[in-house]
């Protein structure tokens, strides 16, 4: 599959089909260098993000913090 062919799923089989290609094409040592999921900010201090809508710096402890600030955002424009 070329980088630019994607065609998302709209079946089961087929998705089926996909992760069972996408898996053959990680390897274990790749997959065990995944690790924390999305709380990977976890014990370490806070770090500052700064919203792209409405330019609110946020002091971040995990990164669920910049996601509960785009649901309260006045200038998020995908709410």
């Known amino acids: 599959m ?7 799923p709209t079946s089961q089989a087929e998705y089926d ?3 069972k290609l996408l ?3 990680i390897s274990d040592d790749q997959l065990d ?5 999305n ?3 976890k014990g370490k201090t806070k770090i500052p ?7 609110a710096t946020i002091m971040c402890k995990a990164i669920q913090d910049a996601a509960k600030h785009m649901t ?8």
């Open 23 to 25: 898996r053959s094409q």
């Open 33 to 37: 260098d995944v690790v924390g999921g």
């Open 2 to 8: 070329a980088e630019f062919d994607f065609k998302a």
């Open 17 to 19: 089909e996909m992760k």
């Open 72 to 79: 309260k955002c006045p200038n998020n424009p995908f709410k």
């Open 39 to 41: 709380d990977d900010l």
């Open 49 to 55: 993000w700064t919203c792209h809508f409405c330019g």
